[in-house]
């Protein structure tokens, strides 16, 4: 399984940019999405999650500000994120919790896609 994410990039605080995550390999089915950043100096942190059934769980920080959303036909995972400010400067990552043909559950990462916010 192997998942990979894009449209990370440079923009200005009040901006907006998308990002995209595909999943691909031996997928049965993938229940929980998500999206973590990791900024210089920092641990790791959840910013946006969606189940199967459509239900999102965001952080505090971003709340109002991104919108996660998912195609299970597709299985991907897009982060929508506007208004964007400098503190949300990090790499981001995109993760998922797949079923795998051997019927065991798996958690997988995409590469780190960098988020640079800045006049």
């Known amino acids: 399984v192997q998942l990979q994410a894009s449209g990370g990039g440079w923009v200005q605080p009040g901006g907006s940019l998308r990002l995209s995550c595909a999943a691909s390999?031996?997928?049965?089915?993938?229940?929980?999405m998500a999206w973590y950043r990791q900024a210089p100096g920092k641990q790791r942190e959840m910013v946006a999650s969606?189940?199967?059934?459509?239900?999102?769980n965001y952080a505090g920080s971003v709340k109002g500000r991104f919108t996660i959303s998912r195609d299970n036909a597709k299985n991907t995972v897009t982060l929508q994120m506007n208004s964007l400010k400098p503190e949300d400067t990090a790499d981001y990552y995109c993760?998922?919790?797949?079923?795998?043909?051997?019927?065991?559950?798996?958690?997988?990462w995409g590469q780190g896609t960098q988020v640079t916010v800045s006049s």
């Open positions: 993760n998922a919790e797949v079923k795998e043909p051997g019927g065991e559950w798996g958690y997988y």
């Open positions: 390999g031996s997928i049965l089915s993938i229940n929980y």
């Open positions: 969606i189940n199967s059934g459509g239900s999102t």
